[in-house]
């Protein structure tokens, strides 16, 4: 099989080159070449040698994702549909703003997490995207994309908030980081590149060493109560756990915030004792809060706070001299808000039990 050089970060493609007796300064050009003209075609690398090319077409690829299909909402959200085989997709999200452009990214197809409230969640986990598959998608979305009329990226951020979660997909995401940070790639900034985790309390350990990025992450209840019910991660990584981990990220992390992700949802974690009950326990993380208005799906068991609650929750948060900010649901039009994002997902766990059940119960 060939080996698809979109998998390797600098580090591992200069490896690469070294290991086939080339120069490793090659590696530099081919990444520029893959990544920053979206060139997938050794032929057309003008500046390697002949013989180089035919070697690499022998036995190198860089194999993108195929894209399945792509919307685009009337507010200029975009939506890509990427194909990782087998009858599965997974989307990745452009949302243009005045000040920047933003890539929601997918790190996995499904997820194991089960977090109650979130689609991806629901359809459960078929496996983790390789590198090339997570950087495809910021390959795909710059490719149509490309550069301002001032030669500027149209993409200045990314958050790896699409389906899966980062950091449970842990050497696959960091070696795509690596590639989003790298000059010789995207170019983008560590404090633009944000990982939202609902909370791996050693794999952010982990991060703070390997790729500092900004952090956000999901946490959605004020207590252990309604945390274990919502994002049951937290019965294995309780908040006071989470909270320290937070604290010992923020020594390396570029921003010197932690951003508190908190799905509102009707009547379950909206109330003003939660607000209150909140700023105690970030009283020693320097954080920002995001409140997200909780975004549907059929059969979700769960409605979103009224305008009303969200306000007065907002307003205890910031009365207390936290930053508060309120997510606009963006790309309603495709069902691109967060937490919507369903791609196509084979469940090989869960729709195999299903199989089973049905066949128990003889029915259907
Ligand atoms: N797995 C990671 C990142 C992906 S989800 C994580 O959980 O952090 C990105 C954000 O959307 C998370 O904060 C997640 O909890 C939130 N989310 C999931 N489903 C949602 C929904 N239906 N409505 C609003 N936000 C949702
Ligand atoms: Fe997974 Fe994040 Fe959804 Fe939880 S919220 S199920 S961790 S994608």
Not at 64 to 93: C, F, H, I, Y
Not at 265 to 275: K, M, S, T, W, Y
Request: hydrophobic residues 40%; charged residues 25%; aromatic residues 6%.
């Amino acid at each position: 099989m060939k080996t698809n050089l979109l998998d390797f970060n600098l580090a591992q493609l200069t490896d690469h080159f070294a290991a086939m007796g080339e120069k490793t300064f090659r590696a530099k050009q081919i990444m520029r070449w893959m990544h920053q003209m979206g060139e997938d075609d050794f032929d057309a690398m003008t500046d390697i040698a002949k013989t180089l090319r035919a070697k690499l077409q022998a036995s190198a690829e860089v194999r993108v994702p195929s894209l399945m299909a792509a919307q685009e909402a009337s507010d200029g959200t975009r939506k890509w549909l990427l194909d990782v085989g087998t009858g599965n997709g997974v989307e990745t999200v452009f949302i243009p703003e005045d000040d920047r452009g933003t890539l929601c990214v997918s790190s996995q197809v499904g997820c194991a997490l089960e977090c109650t409230f979130c689609s991806t969640g629901r359809q459960g986990f078929n496996r983790n995207l390789s590198t090339a598959e997570i950087i495809g998608q910021l390959w795909w979305a710059n490719k149509a994309m490309g550069v301002t009329p001032k030669n500027e990226r149209v993409i200045s951020n990314v958050v790896m908030m699409g389906m899966g979660e980062p950091l449970a997909n842990f050497d696959n995401v960091v070696s795509a980081l690596q590639i989003m940070l790298d000059d010789h790639a995207y170019g983008l900034s560590r404090r633009r590149v944000t990982l939202s985790t609902s909370g791996l309390v050693p794999q952010i350990d982990r991060l703070s060493a390997a790729c500092p990025v900004a952090l956000a992450v999901s946490l959605h209840a004020p207590n252990d109560a309604i945390r274990d019910q919502i994002v049951p991660i937290n019965k294995k990584y309780p908040l006071s756990e989470l909270m320290a981990a937070c604290r010992r990220y923020l020594e390396f992390a570029p921003r010197d915030f932690i951003t508190f992700e908190y799905v509102m949802l009707d009547g379950v974690n909206d109330r003003p004792e939660h607000a209150r009950q909140l700023l105690q326990l970030v009283r020693d993380v320097p954080c920002k809060f995001n409140l997200i208005p909780f975004n549907p799906f059929p059969n979700s068991g769960y409605g979103r706070s009224s305008n009303n609650a969200i306000r007065a929750f907002r307003e205890i948060l910031q009365d207390a001299g936290v930053v508060v900010t309120v997510r606009k649901t963006r790309g309603d039009d495709i069902d691109a808000a967060c937490g919507q994002l369903a791609g196509q997902v084979m469940d090989k766990t869960r729709r195999q039990e299903k199989w089973i059940r049905i066949a128990e119960s003889g029915s259907e």
